[in-house]
Each structure stands twice: as C-alpha cells, then as structure tokens.
C-alpha cells in the first residue's frame, strides 16, 4: 500500500464536526464506487491497515468497509484535493461496493440493463494510463539503460517494426490457442497470447509516443465510430 506515503494524515482538513469526506475510486478505472466520511480516527485506520475504514454518523463510532459482508476495500493510494477537505481513496474492491450489491453506490440496474445485484465487469483499461504515463516519461527524459528509450532513439523504423512482429506474434498465438481449443485441450493455456497482446498494446504506445500521437486521439476515433 502506498496510501501511507502519498496522504500526509496532518494535513486532512477535518470539517466543525470533525468529519473529512472521502471518495473511493476503483484503481482499474477510475470508477467512483462510493462516498462516505471519516474522522482522524478512520483516516489513521485505514492508514495502518490498508483497508478503507469510515465513521458512521448514525451509530458514532468507526467501521470497516466489508466487515460483515467480506467486500472489503483495499487502499491502492491516496491524495487530497486542494483544499485539503477532501481525500481521494483509490482501492481496489474485493466485491460489491454498495450495500444493495451494485458494484458502485451511483449504479442504477435499470438503466443498466443488469438483472439487480449483478456487479458491472470491468476490464482494468484505466491502468493503461500508468503504463503510458511511463512510456511519456521515457520519451522525455530519455534514461539510459531503457527498453523503451532505445526503441524512441532509434526513429519510427524501430517502434513501427516492432509493432508489425508483435502483430504476427499475436496471430500465431491466437491460431494455437484456436487449435487447443477446437481439440479441448486441457492443457489450453491463454497466457502466451495475453502475453503476445500486451506486447503489442506496449509497442503500440510507444509508436505514438515516437510520433507525438496522444493516445486520447486514438480513442476519440473510436468514441467517434462507435457513437456513429
């Protein structure tokens, strides 16, 4: 947990009731799963355990996120707004958030289309931003000894090349994950082409990060399509 190193517990701003409010975001996506409030108490709670813990209001006293239910929140890290009245609690949630068995407290199952209680699956596409956060800060500062700034030195010949072998990568691996399971293998392991597909989403952002191509372009194509 890193929640310990990034939240300096002295500088929350605790309101005349000696409460914070804190929002709790899934890690993967971004998610606000839900928001509840806290007294030092919690904060130091929380802090030391990794687990989000929060002050009831009604009952006045401290409570653990999933104590009952097993649907605990596990502190990725945390920060404060700039006014310090605020923390902002990423987790990632051993289950349902809400108590009505919605993945997050701002879920409406009939909007949704889900039958009620079914939690919204996600993919963890949020955590590309890490990942490309990375990869930007490569192509900045440029340190020695780095994959990724080998590959930016060298021009768009590299990255680009690198791309289309991952791309045959990828199809010889999916073909043999095909053929394990038109045989019903037992032994079909999707591992080789998780790994061949992350190879190529990497050398993917790096190409742009070559070309000074943002991401977010990419997607607002796609956005672009599908709304269309």
Same mark, same amino acid.
């Given at each position: ?145 780095? #994959?990724?700034?080998?590959? *930016?030195? @060298?021009?768009?010949? +590299? /990255?680009?090349?690198? $791309?289309? &072998? ?35 989403? #990497?050398?993917?952002?790096? *190409?742009? @990060?070559?070309?000074? +191509? /943002?991401?977010?372009? $990419?997607? &607002? ?8």
């Amino acid at each position: 947990m890193t929640a310990s190193r990034s939240l300096d517990p002295f500088a929350v701003r605790y309101g005349e009731t000696g409460l914070v409010a804190a929002v709790c975001q899934d890690t993967t996506d971004g998610r606000v799963l839900m928001v509840a409030w806290q007294d030092a108490e919690a904060v130091d709670a929380t802090l030391s355990t990794g687990e989000m813990h929060f002050h009831s209001r009604s009952r006045g006293q401290l409570w653990r996120k999933g104590e009952t239910s097993g649907n605990v929140l596990r502190v990725v890290s945390a920060s404060l707004d700039c006014d310090g009245d605020a923390v902002l609690w990423s987790v990632s949630p051993m289950g349902p958030a809400c108590h009505t068995g919605t993945r997050s407290c701002f879920d409406d199952d009939a909007d949704a289309g889900r039958a009620p209680g079914a939690p919204t699956p996600t993919q963890g596409f949020g955590w590309l931003e890490t990942l490309w956060s990375t990869i930007d800060d490569r192509a900045r500062l440029r340190p020695s000894g780095s #994959y990724t700034t080998r590959l *930016l030195d @060298a021009g768009v010949d +590299l /990255p680009a090349r690198k $791309v289309a &072998e991952e791309a045959v990568e990828v199809l010889m691996a999916a073909k043999d994950d095909a053929v394990a399971q038109a045989m019903d293998d037992p032994r079909r392991d999707q591992g080789p082409l998780a790994g061949e597909m992350g190879d190529l989403l #990497y050398h993917l952002l790096v *190409l742009c @990060a070559e070309r000074g +191509l /943002p991401p977010s372009n $990419v997607v &607002e194509v796609l956005r672009a399509r599908h709304s269309g």
